[in-house]
């Protein structure tokens, strides 16, 4: 079996450590035996989505979002499709924004790609702090970092997760990111799949599944150190305390 990855403009869109998500991608199928091809689109280069199977698309400031946008509406109706077909996508910060209708700056507006039925408005306060998330589609809590002026209008999309310590999509705590198809668009850097090893391995099911058929599982890995880390930080950062820490006791 293999995975073909595509990280679309690194060369622009790579705040926060958002290139560990490749590596993590990597290492978790090399350590199950399962081949891995990445490929670096850069500005002006051709993206043929047929032979793709997850797509990273990275953060970036409003200057390079704005770039960025000129080469997205290139690719607009490939990527729409691609998603439309169950594709596999990992969007963070910018890369979230720019799956939107638009990012509206303090300067100007920026389109998105319209594949998400979101809007995102900047704001002069800065959202910056440890998050920590309690998702549907995980029984582990996800935990990341945000740092973002934009406040990212949701609508009747499903939420990544429920925030239980941090900011999320607009500043009041709620919700963060968005979950649609096999898409998840978020906030979270840190970078965040190798903080959250359960996260990397529900795309990569996705993708594997897509391309080979819904018998396809992953051998589990031995993620004790990652799940200690991911206690840890659960712990000290949560106040909401009593809800979370019954969820770490039920996987310590």
């Known amino acids: 079996m293999k995975l073909n990855i595509a990280h679309l403009y690194p060369d622009l869109l790579n705040l926060y450590g958002d290139r560990g998500n490749i590596q993590c991608f990597r290492k978790r199928l090399e ?39 000129e080469e997205l509406k290139k690719i607009k109706k490939g990527f729409q499709e691609y998603v439309a077909d169950d594709g596999v996508v990992l969007a963070v910060c910018g890369g979230y924004q720019l799956l939107g209708k638009y990012y509206k700056t303090n300067t100007k507006k920026i389109e998105g790609l319209e594949i998400l039925d979101i809007y995102t408005e900047w704001e002069p306060e800065r959202l910056l702090r440890n998050i920590i998330l309690e998702s549907d589609l995980f029984a582990t809590p996800v935990v990341g970092y945000e740092n973002h002026g934009g406040r990212t209008y949701i609508g009747a999309h499903q939420p990544f997760g429920k925030v239980f310590y941090g900011l999320g999509n607009t500043g009041k705590g709620d919700y963060e990111g968005v979950v649609y198809k096999n898409v998840i668009a978020t906030y979270l850097h840190g970078p965040l799949l190798p903080k959250n090893p359960h996260v990397c391995d529900y795309l990569l099911q996705k993708a594997l599944c897509r391309k080979y058929g819904e018998d396809v599982t992953l051998a589990p890995l031995d993620d004790e150190l990652e799940q200690k880390a991911n206690h840890y930080i659960v712990a000290r950062y949560s106040n909401k305390g009593n809800v979370l820490q019954e969820t770490i006791k039920r996987h310590i």
């Open 31 to 69: 350590w199950r035996g399962i081949e891995c091809e990445v490929t670096q689109y850069l500005q002006g280069e051709e993206i043929d989505f047929s032979n793709i199977d997850i797509v990273l698309l990275g953060g970036g400031s409003d200057r390079e979002q704005e770039i960025v946008c």
